[in-house]
């Protein structure tokens, strides 16, 4: 019979979603969701406290904070004290009658100013690649997050499609135990012959293993969306009954919407900063041909005792220093600087394509999303209407059981189609979020 099938549609649907699920055995009542609910905000909220990707890339962020203030030391004076203490024992010498022995300790204490007073443009140009640099990182952090979010609402949405598909499941179920009841009626009654009765408990089997299914599959979408608030807790919870609202600009034209994302997406702004940083980084390797120069003052007192010091000596002066010839590694620094500048900027017209294809891409899926969930609706209402003049033929004696097993098969893969459109528009939506470079 046809209700033998009843049970593909909604398993075949269900692989199709992201994180498909093995088919498990029947779950107690104990296994499925307790009483708490976790809402789409309250998922993202907790992804962006506690994801472990979004503290190393804030932990990353920090480190390229302190890479700043490394590049920045060299240009501020630096200053060392220094003390020393030496005991000296030198064997007697003979002067005169007398033996005279050299014995005796000496102290010596200084301090020590040097300050770069141009390099030119090396080291400010290291400074200026290192805040650069810390800007990327800054804007990696954010594409981070971007992503991090993006894949909390994905699993969000499919826990809430397969909360749908397990409501689909039960409420199948529940009617084949109806329609179990019914036909044990009939036969008794001898209006139906004994197959009818043999095919309802087949049908209700299929139904039940069905349901089994879909629990497992929930089960494991919620345990999939703790993974991606990266929480560590348990998956005893329902997901709320949401989706996503429209997008602004989900309806507009693929040009309307393409500067707002060149212009917001993280990941542009990051090879930006990038390629700024290795401009800065090539013009401080060309300032290796040029001098260094620099001012320094010390100021020394040396004694027998730390309280009985002769002086103090001063001491101030300016230095230049030229390398003159290094093997070639100034050249070949600024080669591969300018090499590696090139490169960024191919990677970038790259990633400006990419962001074109896959805005058009999300706008496209919305756009289609759209349509299947109009033409889900209007299968729905026929083909509840099928089933229910298929339930009231069946009672009165003028249809058949296979009349009935066709017509509920058509309303449950009409309900499971309604259910893949809706989780399709709220991913669809999800991602242009993403691609649009909105938190």
């Not at 699920?21 to 708490?36: I, L, N, V």
């Not at 200084?110 to 400010?124: E, K, M, Y």
């Not at 001012?295 to 000596?313: E, L, T, W």
Request: hydrophobic letters at 45%.
């Amino acid at each position: 019979m046809m209700l033998a099938l009843l049970g593909s549609l909604i398993l075949a649907l269900a692989t199709a979603l992201p994180t498909a699920a093995a088919a498990q055995s029947m779950t107690s009542d104990s296994d499925t969701a307790g009483g708490e609910t976790i809402t789409l905000e309250q998922a993202v909220r907790a992804a962006r406290e506690h994801h472990p990707s979004l503290r190393r890339a804030r932990a990353d962020t920090a480190g390229a904070a302190a890479g700043v203030a490394l590049s920045r030391a060299p240009l501020l004076p630096q200053v060392n004290a220094d003390a020393s203490w030496q005991y000296q024992d030198r064997p007697g010498v003979q002067l005169g009658s007398s033996f005279v022995r050299s014995q005796g300790q000496t102290f010596s204490a200084g301090v020590s100013v040097n300050q770069l007073i141009t390099d030119f443009g090396r080291s400010t140009n290291r400074l200026r690649a290192s805040s650069a640099t810390e800007a990327a990182q800054q804007e990696g952090e954010r594409s981070v997050e971007a992503t991090v979010l993006a894949n909390v609402r994905q699993a969000f949405f499919t826990a809430r499609a397969r909360k749908s598909l397990l409501s689909v499941a039960t409420q199948t179920y529940e009617n084949q135990l109806g329609h179990l009841e019914q036909v044990s009626a009939f036969v008794e009654l001898g209006e139906r012959p004994p197959y009818d009765l043999a095919q309802a408990k087949t049908n209700v089997g299929t139904a039940r293993a069905q349901l089994a299914a879909a629990q497992g599959d929930y089960r494991v979408a919620r345990a999939a969306l703790v993974q991606a608030m990266g929480v560590p807790r348990s998956s005893d919870f329902e997901v709320a009954d949401q989706s996503l609202p429209p997008v602004t600009g989900e309806g507009d034209p693929l040009d309307e919407l393409l500067p707002e994302a060149l212009d917001a997406r993280p990941e542009i702004k990051a090879i930006d900063q990038r390629i700024s940083a290795q401009e800065y980084t090539r013009r401080a390797n060309r300032a290796g041909y040029l001098p260094t120069v620099g001012a320094s003052g010390s100021i020394n007192g040396v004694g027998p005792a730390f309280h009985d010091f002769d002086g103090p000596a001063w001491l101030a002066g300016v230095t230049l220093s030229w390398p003159l010839f290094e093997g070639g590694a100034t050249l070949a620094s600024v080669r591969q600087a300018e090499a590696a500048l090139t490169g960024l900027q191919a990677d970038r017209d790259a990633l400006e394509q990419q962001v074109r294809f896959e805005l058009d891409q999300s706008l496209a899926a919305i756009a289609s999303a759209h349509a299947s969930l109009d033409a889900a609706d209007e299968t729905l209402v026929s083909a509840r209407e099928q089933q229910r003049l298929a339930e009231g033929r069946y009672e009165t004696g003028l249809g058949s059981l296979l009349e009935l097993s066709d017509a509920e098969l058509a309303l449950q893969q009409a309900e499971a189609s309604r259910v893949q459109a809706e989780f399709d528009l709220a991913a669809a939506r999800a991602l242009l979020i993403e691609r649009l470079g909105r938190s």
